[in-house]
Each structure stands twice: as C-alpha cells, then as structure tokens.
C-alpha cells in the first residue's frame, strides 16, 4: 500500500510539475506575443500618423493656394504661417518615416523599401512645392513679381494712349486690358 501511495503521490507531483511547466511555457509564449502585437500597433499608429499628418500637408497646400497666392503680405516677406505649418508637418512626418526605418520588424517583413519608396516621395513632394512657391512669388500678385510689372507697363502704355486721344487705340486699349484681367482672374 505505501508502494502504491507514493507512486500516487509521486505521479501527483510530477503531474502537478508538468502542468506548471507547461503554464509557464504558455505564459512566456503569451507574453512574446502579446509583446509583438503591441509593437506592431506601435507601427500601425506611426504608419496612421503618416497618413494623418499626409492630410494636413493637403490642407495646407490647398489653404496656401487659396489664401496666400492673394496676399499682398506674403509677396512682400515671402513667408506665411500656412508654410511654417506646412515645413513643420513635413518634419514630423519625416521624423515618423526615420523611426519606422529603424525598426527591425519592417526588415523582417521585407518593407524597407516601401518605407524609402514612401520617404522619397515625401521628399519629392518637398522639392516639388518648393518649386511652386518660387513660381507663385516669381509671377507674384498686384505690385508684386511679373503680373506687378505687367501692370506697371499697361499703366505707361495707358497714359500714352491717352495722349494719343485715338479712338482706334483706347479701343485697343480697353481690349488689352479686358485681357489682363480675364488673365489675372483665371490665373
């Protein structure tokens, strides 16, 4: 009987052992995963940021063209708070990228270059709307740039015109200047 009572107690113990390890095993298999999982929310939040920051930099494009390209103030500084906001976003969104790079898990998942595809045309989208602020200021806007000196010289050819007092050329004139201004309006 004590035979067959610690083999019983021996079987228990070792049972009980072996539920434990087995517990362990899964907790510790458990907690990596949850570990991964929380990290690549990590990711997917910096990949949501980009997309969200991404928006703002449409926003401000669109406000920059709506708003500045008529604003006599931004021709004389050439600077504007809608561009502060819209360098700053490209910084933020750039600082995002640099982390996303540095992250072993978008090697393992063979996305490093998605991420540099994604950073190059950030980066594109900086040279290429720098490139558009210089032609906005270059063609300018009422005093300013080259529809400012369109205008100056339209205003000389006007006083000659009216020195002239040639029915002909006023007429001419008022077509010319019907011109500019269906210009100025389209842009």
Request: zero cysteines.
């Amino acid at each position: 009987m004590k035979f067959i009572n610690a083999t019983i107690k021996s079987r228990l113990i070792s049972t009980a052992i072996g539920v434990t390890l087995i517990l362990i095993s899964l907790g510790i298999v458990t907690n990596i995963n949850l570990k991964n999982a929380f990290m690549q929310y990590s990711l997917l939040s910096k990949v949501d940021a980009i997309n969200a920051e991404e928006l703002k930099l449409r926003k401000y494009e669109k406000d920059f063209l709506l708003k500045e390209t008529s604003n006599p103030e931004f021709y004389k500084t050439e600077e504007s708070e809608l561009l502060d906001s819209l360098y700053t976003t490209l910084q933020r969104v750039q600082r995002e990228l640099n982390y996303l790079k540095e992250e072993g898990v978008i090697a393992q998942l063979g996305l490093s270059q998605n991420v540099t595809a994604i950073e190059n045309s950030f980066a594109k989208y900086d040279e290429n709307f720098d490139l558009l602020k210089k032609q906005i200021i270059q063609k300018g806007f009422k005093d300013y740039g080259l529809v400012g000196q369109m205008r100056d010289q339209i205003h000389a050819v006007e006083e000659i015109v009216e020195k002239q007092n040639n029915l002909q050329y006023s007429k001419l004139m008022l077509t010319l200047r019907r011109h500019e201004k269906d210009y100025l309006l389209r842009k």
